[in-house]
T-cell receptor, first 114, second 112 residues
Framework: KNQVEQSPQSLIILEGKNCTLQCNYTVSPFSNLRWYKQDTGRGPVSLTIMTFSENTKSNGRYTATLDADTKQSSLHITASQLSDSASYICVVTSPDYGNNRLAFGKGNQVVVIP | SAVISQKPSRDICQRGTSLTIQCQVDSQVTMMFWYRQQPGQSLTLIATANQGSEATYESGFVIDKFPISRPNLTFSTLTVSNMSPEDSSIYLC?????????FGPGTRLTVL
C-alpha cells in the first residue's frame, strides 16, 4: 500500500477559482513533507517544504498546510491561472529511510480551463 | 538551487537495444538519483548514483539492467539495457540532500 495517498486524483477548475488538494500519509517517523508541481513533459519543481513543527507555508498563490497529528496535508491554490494546469505531487521523507529516499504520492492532476 | 539537464529528452527504441541517458548538474552535488515514472504512477527510485563507487540499487532494480555511472560530482548516466516495451517510461535524474531534491526534465522512453 502506498504510504502517501492523494485526492482527488484529478480535477477541472475554472480560471480564477480556488481549489484544495489533499495528501494523507502513513510515513512514521516523519522528517518533512513537500509539495512539487510537475508540468507535462517536465520534471517536478518544489513548491513548499514543511517540517514537523510547521503547519502552514505559502509560495505565492500556493499555500500548504500540515497536520502532523492526523498525518494530513493540503495544498490550496488561490485564483487559479491556466499555468496552474499540472500534476501536484506530495512527497514525504522519514529519518528511517536513509539514503535520502522519498515517499511519493501519485499526484493530483489539475486542469484549469478558461 | 541546482539546475539539471538531461539528454535525450525523448527517444523511441527497438526491443533488445540499450539507451544511455545523461544527466548534468550545474553545480557539484553530493547525492544524485535516478527515478522512473510510469504513466499515472508515483516516482520510483531506481538507484542512488555514488561518485567513485558502484551505485546503490533499490529492490527490484539490478545493475545488469540499469548500469549507472557517476564519474564526478556534476554528471551521471543511466543505461536501460536490453529494453522491452515494459521499460517504456519517463526516467528522471535528481540531485540534492535531506532538505530538498531538484529534478531534471526527464527522458521519455518508448520501446517498440
Amino acid at each position: 500500500k502506498n504510504q502517501v495517498e492523494q485526492s482527488p486524483q484529478s480535477l477541472i477548475i475554472l480560471e480564477g477559482k480556488n481549489c484544495t488538494l489533499q495528501c494523507n500519509y502513513t510515513v512514521s517517523p516523519f522528517s518533512n513533507l513537500r509539495w512539487y508541481k510537475q508540468d507535462t513533459g517536465r520534471g517536478p519543481v518544489s513548491l513548499t517544504i514543511m517540517t514537523f513543527s510547521e503547519n502552514t507555508k505559502s509560495n505565492g498563490r500556493y499555500t500548504a498546510t500540515l497536520d502532523a497529528d492526523t498525518k494530513q496535508s493540503s495544498l490550496h491554490i488561490t485564483a487559479s491561472q491556466l499555468s496552474d494546469s499540472a500534476s501536484y505531487i506530495c512527497v514525504v521523507t522519514s529519518p528511517d529511510y536513509g539514503n535520502n529516499r522519498l515517499a511519493f504520492g501519485k499526484g493530483n492532476q489539475v486542469v484549469v480551463i478558461p | 538551487s541546482a539546475v539539471i539537464s538531461q539528454k535525450p529528452s525523448r527517444d523511441i527504441c527497438q526491443r533488445g537495444t540499450s539507451l544511455t541517458i545523461q544527466c548534468q548538474v550545474d553545480s557539484q552535488v553530493t547525492m544524485m538519483f535516478w527515478y522512473r515514472q510510469q504513466p499515472g504512477q508515483s516516482l520510483t527510485l531506481i538507484a542512488t548514483a555514488n561518485q567513485g563507487s558502484e551505485a546503490t540499487y533499490e529492490s527490484g532494480f539490478v545493475i545488469d539492467k540499469f548500469p549507472i555511472s557517476r564519474p564526478n560530482l556534476t554528471f551521471s548516466t543511466l543505461t536501460v539495457s536490453n529494453m522491452s516495451p515494459e521499460d517504456s517510461s519517463i526516467y528522471l535524474c535528481s540531485a540534492g540532500g535531506t532538505d530538498t531534491q531538484y529534478f531534471g526534465p526527464g527522458t521519455r522512453l518508448t520501446v517498440l
